[in-house]
C-alpha cells in the first residue's frame, strides 16, 4: 500500500511539555531497520525521537521559534538520536533540516558522511531528500533548493526534504546565510540542529557587550527561518543551561537520552569497573622544564597490553578496529616526543621478538609481556594462553598504524580505520570533543586538568563508549589528579540529570528550573567567557545556613506563617532542658527524632525565601538535604521552636540585612547558664530552629518596629552531609569572574 505508515506512539515520561504528537512513518521505521537495533534500543531510539520532536514548533501552524536542549552521554549516541529525529521530521512534514557540525574540517566531515550513510542517501532511488554540504549560494543550488521545497501533494514520488549540513565557522555559516537570504522560507517548518551546541556556537564576548564570530551567524540565521526550532545536542550541557535566560541561544525545553544497555560511561570505569582504571606515577608525568629522554615504564606497560589485545583480535580474525590513543597534552611538541617513543618502541619489540628463543633481550621482553598477560587475564574471559598469542603478537606490532593526530605539519592526518586493524593515535586537541576513535581499548593520558573546566574535562573522556564486548581489554592511565577529578565530575553529572529529570515530569519551562547542582570546588562548570552571571559556591559542613533577611516580603511572610503554624501542628514538642538560670528567651522547645522527609516536604521546600544571597544558599542546602534523602529516606532531625515561639528582637544594619540572627552565650563566653543559639542543636544529625523575629532598624525605639512575627529558618548540616554545590546568581559577570584567576 502507499502512503505514509503511522504507528500509536505513547510519549516519553519526561516529555510534559509536549506541543504535539509526532506519528512513526516509513522514514524512520526504513533507517532503524537499517540500523539493525535490538529491539529494546530499537524502542529507545524511536520513544526518544518522539520526545525530541515533540517539543518542536509544530509544522502545522504557519510560524514560530523554539530552542531545546537534548543531552546524552559521551559517545553515548548523539548522532543517531539526531539522524532518526531527522527522518522523523520528514515524516512529518518538516521541509528544511539543517545540521551544523564540526569546528574541524575532519569532525565536520565524521558527522556529515555519518548522517549520509545511515540515510542512505547515495545508495537509493526513491530521491527522497536533497543533500547539500557546506553549501554555496550558487543558482544551480538555489534551484535544486526551491524545487525540493516546492510542495507538490500530486506528485507520485512523494516530496522532497532538504537537509543541509554545515561545518561551524564563520566561512561557511556566512555562506548559508547568503544562500537562506535569497530563499523563500515563510511558513517552511524548519529543523536546525546544533551538534556539540556548547562548543562555539555561545556568544563568548557576552562579557564584553560583543558578539562572537559563529554566535552572531547563529542568530542571524535563525532570524531568516520565521519557523523553525534549534536543537541543541550535546553530553555536557553546562554552559547552555548557564547562560543567560534573555539569550536566544538559552533552551526552554530538554530531552534526556537515554543510552543502550552495553553503554560504558563513567558510572562504569569510575565505580563499578575501577580496576580498568591505573594511575601513572607523578614522577613520570613530563613537565615543561623536564623532559625524558627513555619512555615511562607506565607508557611500557600502556603499549603491552593494548598489544596482547590486538593479538587476541587477530586471532579472532581482526574484525572491527583495536586502539589506543595517547593524549599527554594540547602542546604539539609533547605529541612529537610521546610519538618518537612510540615508534622506537614498536621497532625494538618487533626485532626483540624475531631474536633467537634463548637471547636474553628477548626473554626480559617475554617476562614483561607475560606480566602484562596476567593483568590483562583477569578481565578477559577466555583468554587463550600465552603461548597461543605469541604468534599474533609479533603481526600485532608490526602492523599497528601510529598517527600523530595534529595539525603541526599540514592538515591533521586521520587514521584508514578500514585498511588497518589496530591504531595507535597520539595527539591533543583533535582528540577531545566529538572525535570517534574506534575500538578504542587503551587510553594513556598524563595531562593536568587546565583550569578546571568540568566540560572540558569530561569530552577529553574518549574511552566512553558501547564497549560492553570487549571492555576487559580496555585500562585507561591517567594521573592521579584526574581519577579524582573523573570521579568527581561523576557525582555531579549525575546530579544535573537527576536534577532536570524531575523537573521535566512537573511540565515546566526549563527557564523554571534552578540553575544549582553539585560540583567539586576543583572544578569550574564551563568557561567563564561565555558566563555573563556569577554563580556562588558553598557546602554545608558541620555549619549552620541562616536568614538575614526574612522580612523581604510582606507576602512571603504571611505564607510563612501558615507554613510554619501547619507544620509544627505535626510535631509533640516539648521544653528543652538547660539551666534554671536561663532566660525566658532562652527557654526552647523541642521535638527529636522528626522525619527529615517531613520537615523536608512539609517545611524547607514551602517556605519562602526571597532575598537572593539568602535563597541561592538555602538553594544550595536544599540540594544537600535532599541528597541525603535520595540516600536515607528514613533520616531523621531535631527541631526546635525557639524561645517557644516569642518574639526574639532583632536589629537590621545599613545593609537592611539582620548580621547575626543568633542569641551569643550568658552569663558571657563561657555560657554556663546559655550556651548562645548556635549550641541549639542535637547532638548528631541535622537541626532546624525556628525563630519567631520582632525585626526593627537601628537605634530604633519599640514604637518604631518594622514587622513583628517574621518566620525565620536556621538550619544545621553535620560534617557527613558534605557536598560541594553552585547555584546561579542575578549578579552580572564581575571582570575578575569572566577572567578567572585560574587562567
Not at 287 to 300: A, H, M, R, T, Y
Not at 306 to 318: C, I, K, Q, S
Not at 333 to 354: D, F, G, P
Not at 492 to 500: G, K
Request: contains cysteine; glycine residues 6%; positive net charge.
Amino acid at each position: 500500500m502507499g502512503g505514509v505508515e503511522t504507528v500509536e506512539i505513547i510519549m516519553h515520561s519526561q516529555n510534559q511539555q509536549a506541543c504535539w504528537s509526532p506519528v512513526i512513518g516509513s522514514e524512520t521505521l526504513s533507517l532503524l531497520d537499517h540500523l539493525k537495533f535490538s529491539e529494546r534500543d530499537r524502542e529507545t531510539v524511536k520513544r526518544e525521537a518522539v520526545a525530541v520532536l515533540a517539543q518542536c514548533v509544530p509544522p502545522t501552524v504557519p510560524s514560530g521559534q523554539e530552542t531545546s536542549l537534548v543531552i546524552g552521554y559521551i559517545q553515548s549516541g548523539k548522532t543517531t538520536s539526531f539522524t532518526t529525529v531527522a527522518a522523523l521530521a520528514r515524516d512529518n512534514g518538516y521541509h528544511l533540516i539543517i545540521v551544523i557540525t564540526g569546528i574541524t574540517r575532519n569532525l565536520f566531515e565524521q558527522s556529515s558522511n555519518r548522517l549520509e550513510r545511515d540515510l542512505r542517501i547515495r545508495e537509493r532511488t526513491d530521491r527522497k531528500w536533497q543533500f547539500l554540504s557546506n553549501p554555496k549560494s550558487r543558482s544551480d543550488v538555489k534551484q535544486r533548493i526551491a524545487a525540493a521545497l516546492q510542495r507538490n501533494d500530486t506528485s507520485p514520488h512523494g516530496n522532497k526534504t532538504v537537509l543541509i549540513t554545515v561545518m561551524k565557522n564563520a566561512t561557511h555559516l556566512n555562506n548559508l546565510i547568503k544562500l537562506l537570504s535569497e530563499l523563500s522560507l515563510d511558513g517552511m517548518p524548519t529543523l536546525v540542529i546544533d551538534d556539540e551546541a556548547d562548543q562555539a556556537s555561545l556568544n563568548n564576548l557576552v562579557n564584553k557587550g560583543k558578539e562572537s564570530a559563529t554566535y552572531r551567524r547563529i542568530v542571524k540565521m535563525r532570524q531568516l527561518l520565521p519557523h523553525h526550532t534549534f536543537l541543541q545536542y550535546t553530553a555536557t550541557p553546562q554552559a547552555p543551561l548557564l547562560i543567560n535566560l534573555i539569550d536566544v541561544l538559552s533552551p526552554n525545553s530538554a530531552t534526556m537520552l537515554t543510552p543502550g544497555p552495553t553503554y560504558t560511561g563513567g558510572k562504569i570505569f569510575f565505580e563499578r569497573d575501577f580496576y580498568l582504571i591505573r594511575c601513572i606515577p607523578a614522577h613520570e608525568i613530563p613537565k615543561k622544564d623536564q623532559s625524558f629522554v627513555e619512555p615511562p615504564e607506565s607508557l611500557l606497560q600502556a603499549m603491552r597490553i593494548f598489544y596482547l589485545g590486538v593479538a587476541d583480535g587477530l586471532r579472532h580474525g581482526g574484525k572491527g578496529n583495536r586502539s589506543m590513543m595517547i593524549h599527554p597534552s594540547k602542546e604539539t611538541m609533547q605529541h612529537a616526543n610521546y610519538e618518537e617513543w612510540v615508534r622506537r618502541t614498536q621497532q625494538y619489540w618487533s626485532k626483540t621478538l624475531l631474536l633467537s628463543a634463548i637471547d636474553p633481550d628477548r626473554q626480559d621482553l617475554i617476562n614483561d609481556f607475560k606480566q602484562a598477560y596476567t593483568d590483562l587475564y583477569h578481565t578477559v574471559e577466555n583468554l587463550p594462553s600465552f603461548n597461543i598469542l605469541l604468534p599474533y603478537l609479533v603481526k600485532g606490532i608490526n602492523d599497528t598504524i601510529i598517527t600523530k593526530v595534529n595539525a603541526a605539519s599540514g592538515p591533521t592526518p586521520l587514521p584508514d580505520w578500514h585498511q588497518d586493524y589496530s591504531h595507535i593515535l597520539i595527539g591533543g586537541e583533535v582528540l577531545n570533543r566529538g572525535y570517534t576513535v574506534e575500538g578504542l581499548t587503551v587510553t594513556y593520558m598524563p595531562r593536568s586538568k587546565g583550569v578546571g573546566n568540568a566540560d572540558t574535562i569530561q569530552q577529553r573522556a574518549r574511552w566512553f563508549g558501547y564497549k560492553s564486548e570487549y571492555i576487559g581489554y580496555c585500562r585507561v592511565y591517567l594521573t592521579n589528579e584526574q581519577i579524582r577529578i573523573y570521579k568527581q565530575y561523576i557525582v555531579h553529572e549525575e546530579n544535573v540529570r537527576e536534577q532536570l529529570a524531575k523537573h521535566l515530569t512537573s511540565g515546566k519551562s526549563l527557564r523554571d528550573w534552578k540553575r544549582a547542582f553539585f560540583l567539586s570546588p576543583e572544578l569550574r562548570p564551563t568557561r567563564h567567557d561565555v558566563l555573563d552571571l556569577e554563580y556562588i559556591r558553598g557546602n554545608y559542613s558541620n555549619d549552620w545556613c541562616e536568614q538575614h533577611a526574612p522580612h523581604d516580603s510582606f507576602a512571603a511572610i504571611q505564607i510563612n506563617r501558615k507554613v510554619v503554624q501547619q507544620f509544627l501542628a505535626q510535631l509533640a514538642l516539648q521544653p528543652d532542658r538547660g539551666h534554671q538560670k536561663r532566660t525566658e528567651q532562652q527557654k526552647h522547645l523541642v521535638a527529636f527524632d522528626v522525619s527529615l522527609g517531613l520537615v523536608y516536604r512539609e517545611l524547607l521546600t514551602r517556605f519562602l525565601i526571597t532575598r537572593p544571597s539568602d535563597s541561592q544558599r538555602f538553594i544550595g542546602l536544599l540540594l544537600q538535604i535532599g541528597s541525603y534523602l535520595d540516600q536515607h529516606g528514613d533520616g531523621t532531625c531535631a527541631v526546635y521552636l525557639m524561645s517557644g515561639g516569642k518574639l526574639r528582637k532583632r536589629t537590621l544594619n545599613n545593609n537592611d540585612e539582620i548580621p547575626t540572627l543568633f542569641q551569643g552565650p550568658n552569663p558571657d563566653k563561657t555560657g554556663i547558664y546559655y550556651p548562645g543559639d548556635r549550641n541549639i542543636r542535637a547532638p548528631r544529625g541535622i537541626t532546624v530552629q525556628i525563630h519567631n523575629l520582632k525585626v526593627q532598624k537601628d537605634g530604633d525605639t519599640e514604637g518604631m518596629t518594622i514587622i513583628e512575627e517574621v518566620p525565620t529558618l536556621a538550619v544545621w548540616l553535620p560534617k557527613e552531609m558534605s557536598a560541594n554545590w553552585i547555584v546561579q546568581t542575578n549578579t552580572r559577570a564581575s571582570k575578575r569572574f569572566a577572567r578567572s584567576s585560574w587562567e
